[in-house]
């Protein structure tokens, strides 16, 4: 059985994280993700929206991964490798060759990331009170339920326009 594992925060939950996270899962027979915890964010200088309970919560209800544990700090990536029996570290390109210290312990490999969305561009768009889309594909989140106002395939906005836009009718919704 392979086992790959990732680290990250995984705030305000997005395309660009679930397709990193499925192409991570096809490297493997076993997924683990390690999410940040809030008081590690707060040493990195970041702050999240959603709290450390409710993104591992959002990270263990994709089918694909199998076990969440919490990152508290920069050093726990080795012995999370040793304890797991890790076969693959995975993280996106973006992180390219920060982590090759790891290399002695199992293979590294850097994702492409997903080009066009980023938590920070959405946090960016939200603070100009432009509207950001943040699930464009549908059945992206197969077996995901929608907002109770969302029509089926509705595309959900955040920050400057009304809730949910129906895409057959190219209206917003109640």
């Known amino acids: 059985m392979k086992t790959v594992i990732t680290y990250g925060t995984f705030d305000m939950f997005h395309v660009g ?4 996270l ?6 493997g027979d076993r997924t683990i993700v390690a999410v940040s915890t809030d008081e590690f964010n707060a040493i990195k200088g970041k702050r999240a929206v959603i709290p450390f309970d409710e993104r591992c919560e959002i990270i263990q209800a994709l089918r694909f991964v199998d076990q969440v544990i ?3 700090d920069w050093s726990q990536k080795a012995q999370d490798i040793a304890r797991h029996n890790v076969d693959t570290f ?11 210290f790891l290399k ?3 293979e590294v490999v850097y994702l492409p990331r997903t080009q066009g969305i980023s938590t920070t561009e959405i946090r960016t768009s939200v603070a100009r009170g432009a509207p950001t889309l943040v699930c464009a594909e549908p059945g ?3 077996g995901a339920t929608t907002a109770p106002s969302a029509p089926r395939g509705g595309l959900t906005l955040v920050g400057g326009a009304r809730d949910v836009v129906d895409p057959d ?3 917003h919704g109640d």
């Open 17 to 20: 994280h679930l397709r990193l």
């Open 22 to 27: 499925q192409r991570m899962a096809a490297l």
């Open 70 to 72: 919490p990152e508290a």
């Open 90 to 100: 995975v993280m996106g390109d973006d992180w390219a060759g920060r982590f090759d």
């Open 104 to 106: 002695s312990l199992c």
């Open 140 to 142: 992206a989140l197969d």
């Open 169 to 171: 009718r190219g209206e």
